[in-house]
């Protein structure tokens, strides 16, 4: 009996608590080689092969922005055997084409072209945002100093 107890006293301490498990999908990051600041912003950085160190690919408002410069450097870095967060959009992009025959790109280039990718993403959901809210029926707002008329009720 006290072994039965002991052994599911051990099953209780190994599952996590719903709530955790509920904080750490929450805060899981949607793309690879991002993350968020606490401010809100969010940055993008790669790890050189065979290297310790890191390179800083940029700041950007939106986390599809930050996965999309990260996207252009791994594709530079690693080529066409990398793993992408946006594998459909790579084709659409003129100078990846020529990532596989420019193996050996120093990190400043490849830095610069991925900040230029994510600043051009983020400048164009930045202003698809305001058009999307634009798009939305306009709403009514009743006067509330007004006295209903016998129809409106």
Request: hydrophobic content about 40%; charged content about 30%.
């Amino acid at each position: 009996m006290e072994r039965e107890q002991e052994e599911s006293t051990m099953r209780k301490r190994r599952q996590p608590p719903q709530e955790e498990m509920a904080s750490h999908v929450a805060t899981r990051k949607p793309y690879r080689g991002i993350r968020r600041r606490k401010w809100g912003k969010w940055v993008a950085e790669i790890r050189e092969p065979n290297k310790r160190s890191r390179l800083w690919l940029g700041s950007y408002t939106t986390d599809v922005a930050a996965a999309r410069a990260y996207d252009v450097a791994v594709f530079y870095l690693r080529g066409p055997t990398a793993r992408l967060n946006f594998p459909d959009l790579l084709l659409q992009e003129e100078d990846h084409r020529l990532a596989a025959a420019t193996a050996d790109m120093p990190a400043a280039l490849i830095r610069e072209k991925a900040a230029e990718v994510g600043a051009r993403v983020d400048a164009l959901l930045a202003s698809a945002a305001p058009s999307m809210a634009d798009s939305s029926p306009p709403v009514i707002k009743p006067d509330l100093n007004q006295i209903p008329e016998s129809g409106d009720i």
